[in-house]
């Protein structure tokens, strides 16, 4: 079965992917993963990104200029929607193709797709895991991981969709928000549902 985690930026998804990835003994794909690997000097999305914008956000070696390209999407809407036309069919794709040859192995594949619900890919999969964390937790680790200002982290969170929202539309919820020991039961309980999902 695939199992889709997702969660607002900085909400502490890719933790909980991995944690349940270790539990479960399953693999995980990536949106982001499939993302840089696209970019990668002569990769596809990297050629669609040439064509699109020029040398603009490219470094002179040919490599992606991240930092800057990440602080234009945080204040661009027209360059986010451009650069999400290029990569996110890409990437659904190479995540499809994923989910193929784990069904017919009958494992457990963990996706981590951050804009899920925000692009309506929630049928791409059997489970839905949202990992809800509240807003100031959030700005704090993108200002920390980002090395971002705290309005910048904040206006990246504003462009997704609301977290209370998702909830909404998840299978699922983890907060993150608990205590360590509440939060790793909630991690048992869940890989528990999903093996016994997975079994039938």
Not at 20 to 42: G, H, W
Not at 71 to 91: A, E, G, Y
């Amino acid at each position: 079965m695939i199992v889709a985690v997702t969660g607002g930026i900085g909400s502490g998804k890719s933790t909980v992917c991995k944690k349940l990835a270790e539990i479960l003994s399953a693999p995980i794909v990536s949106a982001d993963s499939v993302c840089r690997t696209l970019l990668r000097i002569n990769g596809e999305g990297w050629f669609a990104m040439k064509s699109l914008f020029g040398s603009e956000f490219f470094l002179p070696d040919g490599q992606l200029n991240r930092p800057l390209l990440r602080k234009q999407l945080f204040k661009n809407d027209d360059l986010r929607n451009q650069l999400d036309s290029i990569l996110h069919p890409l990437v659904r794709q190479e995540m499809l193709a994923a989910g193929t040859v784990a069904r017919k192995k009958k494992m457990i594949l963990l996706a981590e797709v951050p804009l899920l619900f925000e692009k309506g890919w929630q049928s791409d999969f059997d489970l839905t895991i949202l990992v809800y964390t509240d807003m100031e937790q959030c700005v704090e680790r993108i200002v920390k991981r980002d090395l971002v200002t705290d309005k910048e982290a904040r206006e990246a969170i504003a462009v997704q969709m609301p977290l209370d929202e998702k909830v909404e539309l998840a299978d699922v919820v983890i907060d993150n928000n608990k205590s360590k020991t509440a939060f790793k039961a909630q991690l048992f309980k869940i890989t528990k549902f999903v093996v016994k999902k997975n079994s039938f």
